[in-house]
């Protein structure tokens, strides 16, 4: 699933050096009209606020479970747990989540990527170095890891609603450790949280009406 340098940045903000209250904090995007530059510039703040905010305790643990999650991993071992020990229904539920995954990943890795959004310049903004797990090479937008997360966790709830609760709540999980990291813009997860869960309701309607 999922350069460096994001060419919405202003090289006029020098690495460290501080912002006056009231501006663009270092990273946001060059004044300009309209209401998506006005959302690039809260994304970009946002992104901002979070790397500033030091939780040494969450960093080792946001950026193991990040790394956790690369290429669907976790997903796939709950999608094992669940065809091996939940009988049919689990069987069913796992084939349910692996599908919306690939319908998913196919979408976000095929299409939704090719916008072309640059991943965040962690050193200009100040990402702590503890937090930093391997930048991918990919482009920005949106989140695949968060796409595939809430995707598998849809669908499994398709079929076994109860399971719905803690693979959602994994899958947030998931997706605040690539904004915790460095390597996505809040707004990059949010519309991949939002891309998997309703990839996975069409996938899981889509099934039904095949099998």
Same mark, same amino acid.
Request: avoid cysteine; proline fraction near 4%; charged fraction near 20%.
């Given at each position: 699933m999922a350069s460096e340098t994001d060419p919405d940045t202003p090289r006029a903000a020098a690495a460290g050096a501080p912002h006056a209250p009231g501006t663009d904090p270092p990273g946001a #995007? @060059?004044?300009?009209?309209?209401?998506?530059?006005?959302?690039?510039?809260?994304?970009?703040?946002?992104?901002?606020?979070v790397a500033r905010t030091p939780t040494p305790a969450l960093d080792r643990a946001m950026a193991k479970l990040s790394h @956790?999650?690369?290429?669907?991993?976790?997903?796939?071992?709950?999608?094992?747990?669940?065809?091996?020990?939940? &009988? #049919? +229904? &689990? /069987? +069913?539920?796992?084939?349910? $989540? !692996? =599908?919306?995954?690939? %319908?998913?990943?196919?979408? %976000?890795?095929?299409?939704?990527? /090719? !916008? $072309?959004?640059?991943? #965040?310049?962690? @050193?200009?903004l100040h990402v702590p170095e503890a937090r930093h797990v391997p930048m991918p090479d990919s482009t920005s937008f949106p989140s695949g890891?968060?796409?595939? =997360?809430? =995707?598998? @966790?849809?669908?499994? &709830?398709?079929?076994? #609603?109860?399971a719905a609760v803690p693979l959602r709540g994994l899958a947030a999980a998931v997706a605040w450790s690539r904004i915790h990291t460095g390597v996505h813009y809040p707004g990059d997860v949010a519309v991949g949280a939002l891309t998997g869960t309703v990839l996975a309701q069409l996938t899981a309607q889509l099934l039904e009406r095949r099998f």
């Open positions: #995007p @060059a004044e300009r009209g309209g209401w998506l530059a006005d959302a690039e510039r809260l994304d970009v703040a946002l992104y901002a606020a @956790a999650a690369d290429y669907s991993r976790i997903s796939l071992a709950a999608a094992a747990l669940l065809a091996t020990a939940g &009988g #049919p +229904r &689990g /069987r +069913r539920a796992a084939v349910h $989540g !692996l =599908a919306a995954i690939a %319908v998913t990943s196919t979408v %976000v890795n095929q299409g939704m990527k /090719r !916008l $072309g959004r640059r991943r #965040p310049d962690r @050193a200009r890891h968060a796409a595939a =997360a809430f =995707a598998f @966790a849809t669908g499994v &709830g398709h079929v076994l #609603p109860g």
